[in-house]
Structure formats: C-alpha cells, structure tokens
C-alpha cells in the first residue's frame, strides 16, 4: 500500500466554522507534511511532523492547528479562517525527515466563503 | 534562501519528445526529484536522482543533471495526451523540499 489518503475531497466553510481536514497512510512512514497550493503555484510547506511531534512549522498562522493522534494519521484543524486560506491542501509522507522521497496525498480543495 | 526556476509552459505533439528544464542555486541537495500533478490531483513522485549522477533513464523519462551549472532536465520521450500536467522540479537543500513554479506541458494529438 503506497497510498495517502485525504478527506474530504472538497471542503466550503464559513469564516466563522471549525472544521477538520484528515490524512491517513500506512506505509509505516514516520514524517508527515501539511501543503498549501495556491492556483498555478507550487506546494508550499506548512508543518512538519516527525515520530508524531511537530518538528518544523514554517510561521503558520494559528488559525490552523495540526495534531498527530498516531503515527499513521495526521489532522490539520481550522478555525476563523479567512478568504484568502482558500486552497488545496496537500498532506504528504515518507519514511522519516531525512528521507526526502516524499509521496503526496490527492488533497482536499478548501473554499472559504 | 534557495531558489528553484522552470519555464511555465511547454507545447509538445503527441509522439514527440519533451524536455523539461529547471534551474537551482543551493548546491548541497543530496538528490534533485521531478513531481508531476494531473489537474485536481495530488502530486506523483515520477523519479529522482542523487546529485552524484549526471544522468538517470526511467523507462521513457531521462533525467539529465549538470551540477556544474545547477541545471536538470527531464526528457520524455513519446509523449502521449496522458503526459500533459504540470511538472515540478524539487530539491532537498535545507533538510525540506524546495519545489520549482511548476511546468505546465501540453501535448496535441
């Protein structure tokens, strides 16, 4: 099984919601990573997660709240997000931080409105 | 802070060869990986490699590193309608990957 799942696929939500995206992959892999994808942009890295401890988060507004319940799945909490968070956000894994082949997740497209 | 370059768009006739290009700066990458994403997808890892090697054949996809002047293409070869997405160099300068803006290739029947 060489697969990252993400749910939902799609994603609308009010500026005033909570809402939770998940990721989840059983290739024993031990880092996970939380992308953001503007339209026509690259992957830009958000947080980093190794041996289910944050270990990298590139200054994240807090308005988005990552959690690794275990080390098979990964979370990344909203709140009070704004119009411009719109995006797709990608999760991504591989075998630890110094293994750099990552494999990615088909993401979830967020909208907020 | 590093820096990934590609050209945005590149047209290609089904059948043909494609070559993508990429430029970077930070020469302490360990390997160079080229990323492919289909429209609404995520990204598929397509091939990598270690930044001791000048060249990696893949099936139809070659990459072709010159270290001296930072630059990697990859080369696909009988490209088909199936190839055309965006394409996106990646480096792992600074312990995380940097990604290049993404190539976008089209391919005409």
């Known amino acids: 099984d060489t697969e990252v799942t993400q749910t939902p696929k799609h994603l609308v939500m009010g500026m005033t919601n909570k809402k939770s995206l998940k990721c989840e992959q059983h290739?024993?892999?031990?880092?996970m990573y939380w992308y953001k994808q503007k339209a026509k942009k690259p992957p830009e890295l958000m947080f980093v997660y190794s041996y289910e401890k944050l270990s990298i988060n590139e200054s994240v507004p807090s308005r988005f709240s990552p959690e690794c319940p275990n080390s098979s799945l990964l979370n990344l909490h909203l709140h009070a997000l704004q119009p411009e968070d719109s995006a797709l956000y990608l999760c991504a894994s591989s075998q630890t931080t110094a293994s750099y082949e990552q494999y990615f997740g088909p993401g979830t497209r967020l909208t907020v409105t | 802070g590093e820096d990934v370059e590609q050209s945005l768009f590149l047209s290609v006739r089904e059948g043909d060869s494609s070559v993508i290009n990429c430029t970077y700066t930070d020469s302490s990458s360990t390997y160079l990986y080229w990323y492919k994403q289909e429209p609404g997808a995520g990204l598929q890892l397509l091939t990598y490699i270690f930044s001791n090697m000048d060249m990696k054949q893949d099936q139809r996809l070659t990459v072709l590193l010159n270290k001296k002047d930072k630059h990697l293409s990859l080369r696909i070869a009988d490209t088909q309608t199936g190839d055309s997405a965006i394409y996106f160099c990646a480096d792992d300068a600074g312990n995380m990957l940097t990604f290049g803006g993404g190539t976008r290739l089209m391919v005409k029947p």
């Open positions: 290739m024993g892999h031990r880092a």
